[in-house]
């Protein structure tokens, strides 16, 4: 338990929320995560986009030290199921399967040296009812590395509910190109250099990426992104994320602001001028999150578009420097082919005694909430 006891701020409007944009931004750079879908350039953006849908109310927790922010807890609450059980959960969360954005890595964001006084604020926050009103708690996709995480486990009580629920595949980035490649396994290896070789026998030169270079191409490189995500997701019947509006309004913003920042890496191979595949990914802390992607399904058998075009990627990291190429959730076969390590992924739940929530448990065994209410009042009537 840390000696030093933070100021609490409850933020609850939207203007509020942009009032922080500036500190928010100091205090991700200042954190030990400093995660991109942790920052305003993406949760406000979300906010704007998915804060009016499903009765949302904003309940965002900012924690001071004397005038500094060194702690946020990017937070909203809404009601859910038969009952109407108020959840609280991190922005860039809970959002219908249809329009959800997958954001990763998303927490209680806290300065280097303030993680335990951030949790223990949280924590303080819950118990005293200085949050919101709530029945639930529900956290979804946060680092089990970053240490935040495990402070606040603790902090939420004996009562929280701990799960790995995935894991992150992601790429630590050597000094070069043959250094990957000698850290991988002969299979790998075998794999890489023929889907390499098999793109230059089908095209006749080697794959090189293009990229958005100017603003002014976002639009036209956003929709040929949709088009080739919605053909790669027809082949399992499936429209694909882009059918969903609110994801499109959302990414058509934030790719713009990210490009400002000059954070945004849309890449693509073209053959004979036309695009057959291209991947979406975010420059952060020097370090390349890829988010999205789309591909041609009608090329030669034995040409990986897919694989090429990280492998191209994964090169073009390693030469401007960076130091990590990561693929964020899901462990699908071809990010373990080019892979190196898993980063687990964790959910923390957190259930309130009342009403609302029994109702809902015995609803969902088959018990009607009139017993429940008739055994609450007897309960009470014995007790008088």
């Avoid at 250094?179 to 890489?192: H, K, N, T």
């Avoid at 890496?265 to 370090?287: D, F, H, M, R």
């Avoid at 005694?353 to 065994?365: C, E, T, V």
Wanted: aromatic residues 10%; proline residues 3%; hydrophobic residues 40%.
């Amino acid at each position: 338990m840390s000696d030093l006891v933070l100021r609490t701020s409850l933020v609850t409007t939207t203007s509020e929320l942009e009032a922080l944009r500036g500190a928010w931004g100091q205090l991700l750079a200042s954190s030990a995560t400093n995660e991109v879908m942790q920052g305003p350039l993406w949760l406000i953006n979300w906010w704007r986009v998915y804060g009016p849908v499903q009765g949302r109310e904003l309940c965002t927790l900012a924690m001071y030290d004397g005038d500094r922010l060194v702690g946020l807890a990017p937070l909203c609450r809404r009601s859910v199921g038969r009952f109407g059980l108020r959840r609280v959960e991190f922005m860039g969360s809970g959002e219908e399967e249809e329009h959800e954005t997958c954001s990763e890595y998303i927490g209680l964001l806290a300065a280097e040296g303030y993680e335990q006084s951030v949790a223990d604020a949280f924590g303080l926050a819950l118990k005293n009812d200085s949050l919101a009103p709530w029945d639930e708690i529900d956290f979804i996709a946060m680092s089990s590395e970053a240490v935040i995480s495990s402070l606040l486990t603790r902090a939420m009580g004996k009562a929280t509910v701990y799960e790995i629920t995935g894991g992150a595949p992601f790429v630590t980035l050597p000094a070069s190109w043959d250094d990957y490649l000698a850290s991988q396994s002969s299979s790998r290896r075998y794999l890489i250099r023929r889907s390499l070789k098999e793109w230059g026998k089908w095209t006749g030169a080697a794959p090189t990426l293009c990229k958005v270079e100017r603003e002014e191409q976002l639009d036209e490189a956003f929709d040929m992104l949709a088009a080739l995500h919605e053909e790669r997701w027809q082949e399992v019947g499936h429209s694909g994320a882009f059918a969903s509006p609110l994801f499109c309004d959302f990414h058509r913003q934030t790719m713009r602001d990210l490009f400002r920042e000059g954070a945004l890496w849309l890449n693509w191979l073209e053959v004979e001028g036309k695009p057959v595949a291209a991947t979406y990914s975010i420059i952060w802390n020097n370090q390349v999150r890829f988010y999205q992607s789309g591909r041609k399904l009608d090329l030669p058998s034995k040409v990986r578009a897919g694989l090429v075009i990280h492998a191209c990627a994964i090169r073009e990291s390693i030469e401007a420097g960076y130091s990590q190429y990561d693929f964020l959730a899901g462990t699908t076969r071809y990010k373990m082919q080019l892979a190196d390590n898993v980063r687990p992924l964790m959910r923390l739940s957190l259930s309130r005694p009342s009403l609302r929530s029994r109702a809902q448990k015995l609803s969902s065994a088959g018990i009607g909430v009139g017993k429940l209410v008739r055994n609450q009042v007897r309960s009470r009537l014995e007790k008088r």
